[in-house]
């Protein structure tokens, strides 16, 4: 019997398996492709907070920043390297937001080198820039890292039955809790209300004889150098979903528009692709993440005295599925924001702390019922 059994070894679903196997529960994590193999394995893993106007995903994303920031400084710092993080705005309107940023920030802002700045197109400076102190992780080591105290199974989950008082897996594995963190792939749970948006990812590694000391975040996200090879990644394509699309993904096509894009920010010279990752990048259709247990629909829509008002709705009345968790829609920041929602998550599934309204999958049942009447 397991304490918790983890359906999807992405970041989300990693950084849940350490919080739990930290305080000593017995976990068990599935994934039919292996750890970090889609979207996160795809991620530039870049740690950086948001650079836009005003909003609760701004704010939820600076607070994940400093948050893991130190967490990854403190329990993986093999695995962190910080850098110099450079954000140029793309055009006029992002260059007012950017320099609003600027004067309101906490952060303490630094100065890019003449040197560095040298390396960049004028494009890269046009519309003004920001540079702070940040990092980038990588991303596969890191996800098998935060399992490695967990049980790792890599089957495709075909089913989940609750028995009374725990949850059986694949007919198999038994668990007091379950949490899905499948991305965009899957949909374990069948309820209407829960809809994933899937944006395709691609990366790739390349040799160049070029050196860049800083992450670069403009139409693209370019890593520091490190032994003559830096990454370009982007979440850039909105209609090729891999279980969807009739063609397959045209890698050469990809890695052309990456880097264009990245010759449009920094002059890189003797280019050659050694590697590509690809995978979906999951968000939710409200741009904030999905955290915390799931509701019933039928169960809840059969009940009468519940008003379905998304500011004021009783959802503690709401029918909820024992013991079944959902954590996903981080879009591109997830390991920026996956080790913040997984302590928060921890939390209310160990110690019943509340999660917020505004990150909680129940949010959505309301909208959708609230259509209903």
């Known amino acids: 019997m397991y304490d918790l059994a983890i359906i999807g070894a992405g970041i ?85 937001i950017l320099a609003k940023y600027k004067e309101k920030t906490s952060l303490k802002l630094q100065v890019a080198s003449e040197t560095f700045l040298n390396t960049l197109t004028p494009y890269a400076k046009e519309y003004g820039y920001i540079c702070i102190d940040a990092g980038v992780v990588n991303a596969k080591a890191m996800c098998s890292a935060m399992c490695k105290s967990a049980r790792f199974v890599e089957q495709k989950v075909e089913s989940i039955v609750y028995d009374e008082a725990y949850w059986v897996i694949n007919e198999i594995y038994s668990a007091k809790n379950v949490l899905l963190a499948t991305g965009a792939y899957e949909s374990i749970i069948k309820e209407p209300y829960i809809k994933l948006s899937g944006v395709w990812g691609h990366r790739i590694d390349i040799e160049t004889s070029s050196e860049n000391p800083c992450s670069i975040h403009q139409d693209v996200s370019i890593s520091p150098s490190f032994n003559g090879e830096l990454a370009i990644g982007a979440t850039h394509n ?42 979906l990048r999951s968000g939710s259709y409200d741009y904030m993440p999905i955290v915390g247990g799931l509701v019933m629909s039928k169960e809840t829509l059969a009940s009468k005295n519940i008003r379905y008002e998304v500011e004021s709705s009783n959802t503690q009345n709401y029918t909820y599925y024992p013991n079944l968790y959902m954590i996903n829609g981080n879009g591109g920041y997830g390991f920026v924001l996956a080790p913040y929602i997984a302590k928060i998550l921890s939390e209310h599934i160990l110690e019943a702390k509340e999660i917020s309204k505004r990150l909680s999958p129940n949010r959505f049942f309301t909208r959708w019922a609230k259509k209903l009447f």
């Open 238 to 279: 909105v209609h090729y979903h891999p279980q969807k699309s009739t063609t397959p993904y045209d890698l050469q096509e990809g890695r052309a528009e990456l880097l264009s894009k990245a010759g449009k920010t920094i002059k890189l010279k003797d280019i050659k692709v050694l590697r590509d990752f690809t995978g």
């Open 12 to 96: 989300n679903g990693a950084s849940v398996a350490y919080e739990f196997a930290k305080v000593g529960k017995k976990v068990v994590i599935f994934d039919m492709e292996g750890i970090a193999n889609g979207g996160s394995g795809a991620a530039g893993a870049f740690i950086a907070p948001k650079f836009s106007k005003e909003g609760e995903l701004k704010e939820l994303l600076n607070d994940a920043f400093v948050y893991s920031m130190e967490f990854y400084e403190k329990k993986f710092p093999h695995l962190l390297k910080k850098t110099k993080l450079f954000h140029s705005a793309t055009d006029a309107k992002s260059s007012k």
